[in-house]
């Protein structure tokens, strides 16, 4: 028989929750190593990620459809997607809220806290609806280019049939980003390793502090 306390059946709360967190874990402390190539996306949810400086050469951006928590897979949803070359993050926090029959819960990870040892990626790219920077400076940018003329950053291969190769995009060498918050539907990348992770989960809906 089940204990209860609170009415909470902590066994029953155990076989829901623990194989999905160690299953995220295991995955994390691969991506930790960098032994994955990294993707994230939680179906209809949206993660907010913050960083305390973003540091990245072959830097693209431009507008897409993406598919990966669309309602209609038909027709999916535009994202505005960032990709760099490689990228250095500092004081990562990546949050996303959970819904579960025991309430919400927010599954965070922390990386990157050590200056002397930051995040790193390479061909990373984001998809997000809104993204705010306390400042960022761009080296040798081109506006207005064509997405199928980039030749200074990479286009998500994943991307490949979904963009309009007349359609507007910007690059630049390199671009370097202070106080970032942006919501994201995705991350993807070669190669993320997180040094320095921290993943943890709590009651309620806990989103990053902004930086």
Same mark, same amino acid.
Request: proline share 6%.
């Given at each position: 028989m089940s204990q209860t306390y609170g009415k909470t059946r902590w066994k029953r709360f155990a076989v829901v929750m623990v194989p999905t967190i160690a299953a995220t874990a295991a995955v994390g402390v691969s991506i930790a190593q960098g032994a994955l190539a990294a993707s994230f996306s939680v179906s209809g949810v949206q993660a907010k990620v913050t960083a305390g400086e973003l540091d990245g050469t072959g830097f693209t951006q431009y507008g897409t459809v993406d598919f990966h928590n669309a309602k209609d897979p038909k027709t999916g949803f535009p994202v505005a997607v960032s990709g760099f070359t490689s990228a250095t993050i500092k004081s990562l926090c990546q949050s996303v809220p959970v819904s579960t029959p025991f309430g919400t819960y927010t599954l965070t990870i922390h990386a990157g806290d050590d200056p002397a040892n930051p995040v790193t &990626?390479?061909?990373?790219?984001?998809?997000?609806?809104?993204? /705010?920077?306390?400042?960022?400076?761009?080296? +040798?940018i081109n506006i207005g280019v064509?997405? *199928? *003329?980039?030749?200074?950053?990479?286009? +998500?291969? /994943? %991307?490949?049939?979904?963009? %309009?190769?007349?359609?507007? &995009?910007?690059?630049? %060498?390199?671009?370097?980003?202070? *106080?970032?918050?942006?919501?994201?539907?995705?991350?993807?990348? *070669?190669?993320?390793?997180? +040094?320095?992770?921290?993943?943890?989960? &709590?009651?309620?809906?806990s989103p990053c502090p902004s930086p």
């Amino acid at each position: 028989m089940s204990q209860t306390y609170g009415k909470t059946r902590w066994k029953r709360f155990a076989v829901v929750m623990v194989p999905t967190i160690a299953a995220t874990a295991a995955v994390g402390v691969s991506i930790a190593q960098g032994a994955l190539a990294a993707s994230f996306s939680v179906s209809g949810v949206q993660a907010k990620v913050t960083a305390g400086e973003l540091d990245g050469t072959g830097f693209t951006q431009y507008g897409t459809v993406d598919f990966h928590n669309a309602k209609d897979p038909k027709t999916g949803f535009p994202v505005a997607v960032s990709g760099f070359t490689s990228a250095t993050i500092k004081s990562l926090c990546q949050s996303v809220p959970v819904s579960t029959p025991f309430g919400t819960y927010t599954l965070t990870i922390h990386a990157g806290d050590d200056p002397a040892n930051p995040v790193t &990626a390479k061909q990373i790219f984001l998809d997000m609806t809104d993204l /705010q920077a306390k400042t960022a400076t761009f080296t +040798n940018i081109n506006i207005g280019v064509a997405v *199928g *003329g980039i030749t200074k950053g990479p286009v +998500n291969p /994943q %991307d490949a049939g979904k963009t %309009d190769p007349t359609g507007f &995009a910007q690059e630049a %060498d390199s671009a370097t980003l202070t *106080g970032v918050v942006q919501q994201s539907w995705a991350t993807s990348a *070669g190669t993320f390793s997180l +040094n320095g992770m921290h993943l943890s989960l &709590a009651s309620g809906d806990s989103p990053c502090p902004s930086p």
